[in-house]
């Protein structure tokens, strides 16, 4: 890997460790609080190729189950992982390649088609994986941890637009910054 990769990785598990610094809103209703980590997650999926976001999402999970206080509200270790808010976790990997690879593999780039993709998984797919996850650890009926779960599609709705914006910006700089320095 070059050090433009290395730094590129190491600065948006930097973005989404401090959008985790920003206190999660509990709900009350569900365990899972409403928080803007995943809008890190989201932006390292469109801007890195499948194999370095998932080193990205995959490192910065990883220190979380170490026990470094990374995740929103300054927690962290193995706890976490296995505890009400686990499926999300694991559905923050999942998403994040998923994204990548078919954000990656396509010649579809308009910011429809992105933020379609941003949607299916990082809403859809996070917040399914987070809802079987939360009924096994609560023995709630699948239906009542849906409804109550609704609750997070229309903010994750936009974490997912301003992803795609951010990320479309920042492409066309980095493009732009690219053909300067090459002249």
Not at 80 to 100: C, D, M, Q, R
């Amino acid at each position: 890997m070059k050090t433009k990769d290395i730094t590129q990785m190491a600065l948006l598990i930097a973005i989404i460790i401090v959008l985790g610094m920003i206190p999660g809103i509990p709900l009350g209703f569900i365990p899972a609080p409403l928080i803007l980590q995943n809008l890190g997650v989201m932006l390292a999926a469109i801007l890195l190729m499948p194999k370095k976001t998932a080193i990205t999402v995959g490192s910065f999970l990883l220190l979380a189950l170490a026990g470094l206080p990374i995740l929103s509200g300054g927690r962290g270790g193995y706890a976490v992982f296995i505890g009400p808010t686990g499926g999300y976790l694991v559905g923050f990997f999942v998403a994040a390649v998923l994204t990548s690879i078919c954000l990656h593999q396509t010649r579809f780039q308009s910011l429809w088609y992105k933020a379609a993709i941003i949607w299916l998984f990082n809403v859809g797919l996070v917040n399914l994986l987070g809802i079987i996850w939360l009924v096994v650890q609560t023995n709630a009926p699948f239906s009542a941890t849906f409804v109550s779960s609704l609750v997070f599609f229309p903010g994750d709705t936009i974490k997912a637009v301003i992803a795609v914006i951010v990320a479309d910006r920042l492409q066309k700089y980095m493009r732009t910054t690219a053909s300067v320095s090459q002249s």
